[in-house]
């Protein structure tokens, strides 16, 4: 029995919140995701790299998932 790979989702992060007043590891990982000013999108690979820089900026981002 052949076990089918599933199909890796994508995310879609847009900033919303302004990274002045953040300490320097935020904007490091606002930076990391292709960010840096409000209405900023970016489509990112969903693994957990991204994921853990989505955690520590969560309150300035806004996360979509798209299944492919």
């Known amino acids: ?7 890796a989702s994508s995310l879609i992060v847009t900033q919303i919140g ?3 007043g953040c300490v320097k590891n935020q904007r490091d990982c606002l930076k990391g ?5 409000i209405g ?3 489509t990112l690979a969903d693994d957990p790299c991204v994921r853990g820089m989505i ?14």
Do not use: C, Y
């Open 55 to 68: 955690r520590k900026v969560s309150h300035l981002v806004k996360v979509e998932v798209i299944n492919g």
């Open 1 to 7: 029995m052949v076990k089918k790979e599933a199909k």
């Open 40 to 42: 900023k999108k970016a």
């Open 33 to 37: 995701l292709g960010l840096g000013k």
């Open 18 to 20: 302004s990274q002045i």
